[in-house]
């Protein structure tokens, strides 16, 4: 209970409000409340800063990665790569996990949205070496399904995704419902 109360406070903390658009390159992406946002912060295992459940490992990469801002220590939760899919910033972070690094990209803060500390993560400094781009997350899928070549989008052709829509239908809801909505609308 002591992590989860202690996050909340890092999330919700007033200081998150702070500018960190000093020295970004971040390129805009054009969505609403985008914000370029340079900054330094401890990467971290988004469920261990929140439970206390730890892994040596940080997850192997199947958790969700955030980062501890090292200005004001908020919790920012990293939740995309710079490629267009909406994926990859637990893949591009997880070789960092426990190390201070900088980082550049996109904040989006509105709390109307309720997005607070959403990060949309474009590079990845280690002190004292180049930044080096947040974008193998295809590449990376493409390693790791090499049966699932071929054109179209990723998730058309991931194995996950295609045992998932022929146990439970396109709409999640079985496939009878799907045949339905497919008679009555196609």
Not at 31 to 47: M, R, T
């Amino acid at each position: 209970m002591k992590y989860l109360i202690a996050s909340l406070a890092l999330i919700a903390s007033p200081l998150a409000a702070q500018d960190f658009s000093e020295g970004s390159n971040a390129k805009s992406w054009n969505l609403y409340a985008e914000v370029p946002a340079k900054f330094d912060a401890e990467v971290v295992d988004v469920l261990c800063t929140l439970t206390g459940d730890c892994p040596d490992d940080c997850g192997a990469g199947k958790r969700q990665m955030g980062l501890v801002r090292s200005a004001d220590g908020v919790l920012v939760l990293a939740m995309k790569n710079s490629q267009a899919a909406f994926t990859g910033a637990a893949v591009e972070l997880a070789p960092f996990c426990g190390q201070t690094v900088t980082v550049d990209g996109l904040m989006l803060d509105d709390p109307e949205l309720g997005a607070n500390n959403v990060y949309l993560l474009q590079t990845i400094q280690v002190a004292g070496s180049d930044p080096i781009k947040a974008n193998k997350w295809t590449k990376n899928w493409a390693a790791e399904h090499p049966d699932a070549k071929g054109k179209g989008p990723w998730f058309r052709r991931d194995p996950r995704v295609n045992d998932i829509i022929a146990q439970d239908g396109y709409l999640g809801l079985g496939l009878d419902v799907d045949q339905t909505f497919i008679d009555e609308n196609f």
